[in-house]
Every structure is written in structure tokens, then in C-alpha cells.
């Protein structure tokens, strides 16, 4: 466990000494501030359920993102309780909000590709890759800002694609076999 611990540190602290900066700083917490509370996801699952030809696509979403919160943020949060990386790494600095609940897994990490996997896997590619692109670059913005270990983002990714994956196979793929 120490090995990981280590790499982790040395990217965070190589992110915060050599890649921040005021601009890209302001950058980052906005892109970050997308994914807080889930909003963007929920967003795009409402209005793609508000509009009848993209109906089934945003209930495929929704219940990726209620699978992915119940493992993700009421089971595997409290179950793991990782302490968030800026406490635990002396010279690391958070540059964003401090969060109320446990590291691993990025909670935001896991609701962005939640949807995204979803989207990528049920709309045409001119939408999903550009969805899997705002989904990595959230991902990122929480080691950037310093809120997160990568391995928390890893897990939040990874998370967030299998409910996407898992609706998409129950939502979509449930026709065929009848």
C-alpha cells in the first residue's frame, strides 16, 4: 500500500508544483463545479428524458447514476473511509471547496462517467466522445485541485463506466433476448 501512497504523492505534488497556475487554477474549478452534486449528470439525464427520441437513452443514464451513487457514495465511501489526499500530504494545498465526505472514489469522477459511458454507448459517437472527453477532464480537474488521490479518480472511473455499462445492457440489450 505504501508504494501506491508514494507515486500518488509524487504526481500530486508534481501537478501542484509544476502545472498550476491562476488561469488554468480558475479553469479547473469551474470544470470541477460541474460535476458538484452530480449537476451535470443530472442535467443531462433530465433534458435528454424530456425530449421523446432520447427518452430511453437519459432513463439509461438515470439509473446508471443511481447505481453509481448508491455503490459509489453510500457504500464504498464509508466502507474504505480514505482520508482525502491535501490532509494526509503535508505540502499539498487544496484550491477548491473542502469536501464533507471520504476520498475513495471520486465521487465526481464516478457520477461524470456514469453518464458519459452512457452516452458514448447509446448516441452517436459526435456526442459520446465529447461526453467521455468533459467526463476525463472532471476526473482530472479533482487531482488538480488536489481533492482526490488518483487512485480515487481510478476508482470513480471505473465505477462509473461498469453502471454504465450494466444499464446499458439491462435498458438496451433486454429487447434481444425476448
Known amino acids: 500500500m505504501e508504494i501506491f501512497f508514494e507515486w500518488e504523492e509524487r504526481f500530486l505534488l508534481f501537478l501542484q508544483d509544476s502545472v498550476r497556475g491562476p488561469v488554468l487554477d480558475r479553469i479547473?474549478?469551474?470544470i470541477t463545479?460541474?460535476?458538484d452534486g452530480?449537476?451535470?449528470a443530472i442535467l443531462?439525464?433530465?433534458v435528454l428524458i424530456l425530449i421523446p427520441r432520447f427518452r430511453k437513452t437519459g432513463l439509461t443514464a438515470s439509473l446508471s447514476l443511481a447505481l453509481d451513487y448508491l455503490f459509489l457514495n453510500l457504500i464504498l465511501k464509508n466502507l474504505v473511509a480514505r482520508v482525502r489526499p491535501y490532509v494526509l500530504i503535508e505540502k499539498l494545498h487544496l484550491i477548491a471547496k473542502e469536501p464533507s465526505d471520504y476520498s475513495f472514489p471520486s465521487g465526481h469522477s464516478g457520477a461524470a462517467f456514469a453518464v458519459a459511458s452512457v452516452l458514448f454507448l447509446c448516441m452517436p459517437r459526435k456526442v459520446g466522445i465529447p461526453a467521455m472527453a468533459l467526463a476525463a477532464l472532471i476526473a482530472f480537474s479533482r487531482l488538480y485541485?488536489?481533492?482526490h488521490f488518483p487512485t480515487d479518480v481510478i476508482?470513480?472511473?471505473l465505477l462509473g463506466c461498469?453502471?454504465?455499462w450494466i444499464s446499458w445492457r439491462l435498458v438496451w440489450k433486454r429487447k434481444n433476448r425476448k
Open 33 to 35: 463545479s460541474l460535476g
Open 155 to 157: 476508482g470513480g472511473v
Open 145 to 147: 485541485l488536489g481533492a
Open 38 to 40: 452530480g449537476f451535470l
Open 28 to 30: 479547473m474549478q469551474f
Open 44 to 46: 443531462a439525464c433530465l
Open 162 to 164: 461498469l453502471t454504465g
